[in-house]
């Protein structure tokens, strides 16, 4: 009984370790979604010559679709942000509209305006507008 203990309070306490503040430390350009639709489109096109024309076609349309998204100016907002441990990591933000030395939280792979939870969501302005 006195394992379980301990269990229940290592796996609280890794859980409650990603509700820390991080901060924003730039914006950058993210053609996340250029390169699937790319990618995609490839695979298809190129399986007229098997597995592996689907593949290198899967892989070609992967770097068309990325810089097509890159030259029309359609890139997705992405931010690099400082962790709370110190390393650099880049999250996709669709929803949310961060300025450089915002702090926000982490959830899931998303980053969210800090105070922010699922019930107090609605408060939050959403893609800059509330």
């Given amino acids: 009984m006195k394992n379980f203990g301990i269990l229940a309070l290592t796996i609280g306490m890794l859980a409650a370790s990603s509700v820390y503040a991080a901060e924003i430390v730039s914006e950058v350009a993210d053609q996340t979604s250029g390169q699937a639709t790319g990618g995609m489109t490839g695979m298809m096109v190129g399986s007229v010559g098997g597995p592996i024309g689907a593949l ?7 770097l068309v679709g990325g810089g097509a998204q890159e030259v029309t100016g359609l890139s997705d ?3 690099m942000v400082r962790t709370d441990s110190g390393e650099l990591k880049k999250y996709r933000s669709p929803n949310y509209v961060f300025a450089v030395g915002d702090k926000v939280v982490i ?10 939870t699922l019930e107090t969501a609605e408060s939050f302005a959403y893609n800059g507008v509330n």
Avoid at 56 to 62: H, T
Avoid at 107 to 116: E, T
């Fill in 77 to 79: 907002r992405a931010y």
């Fill in 107 to 116: 959830h899931g792979n998303r980053p969210r305006p800090l105070g922010w």
């Fill in 56 to 62: 290198l076609g899967a892989g070609v349309g992967a």
